[in-house]
Nanobody, 127 residues
């Protein structure tokens, strides 16, 4: 079992930045692909970014490309999401997730393919 805990959310003005962290505990997440998803009020959960277990491959939803960066530190069991140039459209609860097929190299972008989820952290961007 892996427990995931997000942190770093908050209120920021448009154009600002936030860095989200997702700490894994209970079992090392080395070998797992990791993803970030978000859900705005009244909308479905959507893919934001994902990273392979080595960190060598990264994928982004089109609207965040060039603004968000996903990274990971396997020694610290932590994955990060650096968010720059935030807009009100980025307002949502952000969730991290782990896909538990170890060392597969597969990096899903579909939330149904992830096995472990954090509780989420709220990001609010004011105009």
């Amino acid at each position: 079992q892996v427990q995931l805990a997000e942190s770093g959310g908050g209120l920021v003005q448009a154009g600002g930045s936030l860095r989200l962290s997702c700490a894994a505990s209970g079992r090392t997440f080395r070998g797992y692909a990791m993803g970030w998803f978000r859900q705005a009020p009244g909308k479905e959960r959507e893919f934001v970014a994902a990273i392979s277990w080595t960190g060598g491959r990264r994928y982004y939803e089109d609207s965040v490309k060039g603004r968000f960066t996903i990274s990971r530190d396997n020694a610290k069991n932590t994955v990060y999401l650096q968010m720059n140039s935030l807009t009100p459209e980025d307002t949502a609860v952000y969730y991290c997730a782990a896909e538990s097929t170890r060392y597969s190299g597969y990096v899903p972008q579909d939330s149904t393919e992830y096995d472990y989820w954090g509780q989420g952290t709220q990001v609010t961007v004011s105009s």
